[in-house]
């Protein structure tokens, strides 16, 4: 089975730090995307990668960044955090372009801004 | 008009019945269609895929597809209140050369014993 790992579960930061938080999948996916899940708004894409080194802009991307410096793990910047930036994220992979087979998603990390 | 709609609900049904979940969505194109449970706090977990239109069973849960009318739809017998969860409906869609997955988002399924 294919593995998602996100780093942490639960995480607690302050207001103007930058905050990583890391993804890292086993089975050679090409595709890696990041989710923010909210109640009542659903998910709602931030960043996806296609490739290495490649990434595109989802639907909320403004306060965020991403990296993809090999091919299992996509990490996301939070580059000055915010308390409207509290949420569940989410990190997902699907095997290519097609995603044929659906996303898989990683635990989640909750993460809350003080 | 969304993209993938679902009614929010909460679905109360009770234990043993079959649970019914609908769908639909807005671009003709698609062709993968999945269904995701989430339990509360926890991340969605793929149960159901489809393809082409009819249905598809899998031990008590069946998809539905007809793409004519744009709708999906998951059956779920016999639920049990391990069954409660949200549902996510999730469509592919094109876009600039490889296909995302839209989610609804989701109906909430409550089994009572």
């Known amino acids: 089975d294919v593995k998602v790992t996100q780093s942490s579960r639960y995480l607690v930061k302050r207001t103007g730090e930058k905050v990583f938080l890391e993804c890292v999948q086993d089975?050679?996916?090409?595709?890696m995307f990041w989710y923010r899940q909210d109640p009542g708004l659903g998910l709602r894409l931030i960043y996806f990668?296609?490739?290495?080194?490649?990434?595109e802009k989802g639907d909320i991307p403004e306060g965020y960044s991403v990296s993809r410096e090999k091919k299992e793990r996509f990490s996301l910047i939070l580059e000055s955090a915010s308390t409207n930036q509290t949420s569940m994220y989410l990190c997902?992979?699907?095997?290519?372009?097609?995603?044929?087979?659906?996303?898989?998603f990683g635990s989640g990390t909750r993460l809350t801004v003080v | 008009q969304k993209e993938v709609e679902q009614n929010s609900g909460p679905l109360s049904v009770p234990e043993g019945a079959i649970a019914s979940l609908n769908c639909t969505y807005s671009?003709?194109?698609?062709?993968?269609f999945f269904w995701y449970r989430q339990y509360s706090g926890k991340s969605p977990e793929l149960i159901m895929s489809?393809?082409?239109?009819g249905d598809k069973e899998d031990g008590r849960f069946t998809a539905q597809l007809n793409k004519a009318s744009q709708y999906v739809s998951l059956l779920i017998r016999d639920s049990q209140p391990s069954d409660s969860a949200t549902y996510l409906c999730?469509?592919?869609?094109?876009?600039?050369?490889?296909?995302?997955?839209?989610f609804g988002t989701g109906t909430r399924l409550l089994v009572s014993p």
């Open positions: 999730a469509v592919n869609k094109w876009n600039t050369g490889f296909q995302k997955l839209v």
């Open positions: 089975m050679d996916h090409e595709n």
């Open positions: 671009d003709r194109g698609s062709q993968s």
């Open positions: 489809i393809y082409s239109n």
């Open positions: 990668s296609y490739d290495v080194k490649m990434k």
């Open positions: 997902a992979s699907s095997f290519n372009r097609e995603s044929l087979y659906g996303y898989t």
